[in-house]
């Protein structure tokens, strides 16, 4: 059976980017279906979240927290290669985006895995990774 916060779950992005307060999106949601959190704590969702969120409960919309961090187009962690040494910490750091290393010490971010939860670029001792709008990369927006 589909509890309030399975469905609440289903609304929010799946970036696992912690902004929001929690270690992720599934916590977030059982912290609202459990009155513990507001509905405007997720920036990557955005306004439109907070709607659906608002609509779900029956509440009235609030604008996103700024304290929560801004609503932003959907962006992806580029690693500029050549910069890069390869050490894995942005593996590491990141909840659900994956990189390759085919045959070099360079890793290559997977676009498709990427959520843009920025947790990749804190732990880079190089600095080498940006986190770029898919629009300027020619990708749809998701």
Do not use: F
Request: aromatic share 2%; net charge negative; with cysteine.
């Amino acid at each position: 059976m589909e509890t309030l916060a399975d469905r609440i779950d289903a609304l929010l992005p799946q970036t696992q980017c912690t902004k929001c307060g929690y270690q992720g999106c599934r916590p977030y949601a059982e912290a609202i279906a459990e009155g513990e959190a507001d509905i405007n704590q997720c920036p990557p969702g955005g306004q439109a979240g907070i709607d659906a969120l608002a609509d779900l409960l029956g509440r009235a919309a609030a604008t996103l927290n700024p304290a929560n961090g801004v609503e932003q187009a959907v962006r992806v962690a580029v690693i500029r290669e050549a910069e890069c040494i390869g050490c894995t910490k942005c593996i590491q750091g990141a909840r659900s985006t994956r990189s390759s290393a085919p045959t070099s010490s360079w890793h290559t971010v997977l676009l498709d895995d990427c959520t843009g939860c920025d947790l990749c670029i804190p732990p880079c001792p190089v600095d080498c990774i940006d986190m770029v709008p898919l629009t300027e990369l020619g990708l749809p927006q998701r």
